[in-house]
């Protein structure tokens, strides 16, 4: 069971990209950026250059399964925005979660005190 919303709107993706602290990482890119509720959002991107639609759907399945598993890490309060890269298909959702942690403990979203 995920304890997140999805982000839908292409409003608030361009508001993401624009406004949202970019964290690149050789498999994906993470956008962070705090909302004004109380709840934690994701969007994910995949594009075409991924591959097929079957390659696409098993990324899309891996981030959000990597997402799963550090959302209780993580404050309410934030949007983000994951984009598949190339790299990503050839990972496992655990790999992926570990690298997410890595990433949102450097920019100070997960904080360091556990």
């Known amino acids: 069971m995920y304890c997140f919303k999805k982000l839908k709107l292409s409003s608030d993706f361009r508001r ?6 970019a964290l690149v990482s050789p498999a994906f890119v993470a956008y962070a950026l705090k909302n004004r509720t109380n709840n934690i959002r ?6 075409k250059k991924i ?14 399964a990597a997402f799963a ?17 190339t790299r990503l298909l050839k ?7 570990t690298l997410l942690e890595k990433d949102f403990r450097k920019a100070g ?6």
């Open 16 to 21: 993401i990209y624009g406004r949202g602290e």
């Open 42 to 47: 994701l969007g994910i991107t995949v594009t």
């Open 51 to 64: 591959g097929g639609a079957v390659e696409r759907n098993r990324a899309k399945r891996v981030l959000t």
């Open 69 to 85: 598993e550090i959302v209780g890490k993580l404050p309410s309060g934030y949007d983000f925005v994951l984009v598949a890269r």
């Open 91 to 97: 990972l496992k959702s655990n790999d992926v979660a």
């Open 109 to 114: 979203i997960i904080k360091n005190d556990a």
